[in-house]
């Protein structure tokens, strides 16, 4: 079962589990109301009937013991509630429910990082073999260049190994991570590919969940930009919007038309949906947008 289900049917079950105990509720008012209006109706006919039939006064004991039992009724309808009744049970499951979410979603915490962290190590071979031949490729023609290749390589390693041992980051350092990146990718496709990183100048510290840009950007250049004869850009931003905090990946390449994502429901786009739900407990968005020429991710996150 995927997050998002997972949460779906937390919030479905509390709905089925209010309306049930709201239709008790319900009846258990009604069958109060039903008792008090007989009350009212049949006991001042038998002290009637009593009164006119003269004799021995027997409708007393009719009247104090349906008394005592409406009385009974009524409290534990309505005294009830925070006694024992409907209000301390409906706390209760409240939190019964609480706990049982929050084991779910940090369960489902830790599967997504492991799943993070299997991701990273099935595309990290690749793009390390890549990065390795293109610096033995530059040594002998261009030292400079493969010196500056391995400098930004390692500091890339290094942030992303930190990166993926952590439960979470900041946008600092998620866009650290993004520089050593683009940095590589630039040296191997030169002046094809430019880039913009622009975070808003109190958002560096402010926590953000690791690698959650990285292969959004990692997407943008190979299925836009590399296969675009002159390349392209690709600007990466953090921007506040009231209590929110505002990502966007944005590139103008060829966009999603000729790869699995062209409907913004690909597998990449569905496992970050699906991240973004566990990580932010549902209150985080993702907006995919066509543009002319290429395509822009945007993420919105609580600060």
Not at 33 to 46: D, F, G, N, Q, W
Not at 155 to 164: E, F, G, N, T, W
Not at 256 to 267: L, P, W
Request: proline letters at 3%; one cysteine or more; a neutral charge.
């Amino acid at each position: 079962m995927s997050a998002v289900d997972s949460i779906s049917s937390i919030q479905t079950m509390r709905h089925e589990e209010a309306l049930r105990r709201a239709r008790k509720r319900v009846k258990d008012i009604r069958s109060f109301y039903v008792s008090a209006t007989m009350y009212c109706v049949i006991i001042p006919s038998l002290w009637t009937i009593n009164l006119i039939g003269g004799g021995k006064i027997w409708a007393h004991w009719a009247t104090i013991g349906w008394g005592i039992g409406l009385t009974a009724h009524g409290l534990s309808v309505f005294a009830g509630r925070s006694f024992f009744g409907s209000e301390w049970e409906e706390k209760k499951v409240e939190e019964i429910m609480t706990r049982e979410k929050l084991k779910v979603v940090s369960s489902e915490k830790q599967l997504m990082q492991a799943q993070m962290r299997m991701l990273q190590a099935q595309i990290e071979p690749h793009f390390l073999f890549n990065t390795l031949a293109t610096i033995q490729s530059l040594i002998g023609r261009s030292p400079e260049k493969a010196n500056l290749m391995m400098d930004n390589f390692i500091a890339y390693l290094r942030q992303s190994l930190s990166a993926s041992r952590a439960q979470e980051g900041t946008v600092k350092q998620e866009f650290d991570l993004l520089r050593h990146y683009l940095e590589l990718l630039k040296i191997r496709m030169g002046d094809r590919l430019q880039f913009e990183l622009d975070v808003a100048d109190d958002l560096g510290s402010a926590p953000l969940a690791p690698m959650l840009l990285q292969p959004i950007v990692e997407n943008a250049i190979k299925h836009g930009l590399e296969p675009k004869v002159e390349g392209g850009m690709v600007r990466v931003s953090a921007q506040r919007d009231g209590a929110r905090m505002v990502l966007s990946v944005a590139d103008n390449g060829l966009g999603f038309s000729d790869h699995a994502d062209s409907s913004g429901e690909g597998v990449g786009l569905t496992n970050l949906r699906e991240r973004l739900a566990v990580l932010y407990d549902g209150q985080a968005t993702l907006t995919v947008a066509e543009a002319n020429p290429g395509t822009e991710i945007t993420i919105g996150v609580p600060r």
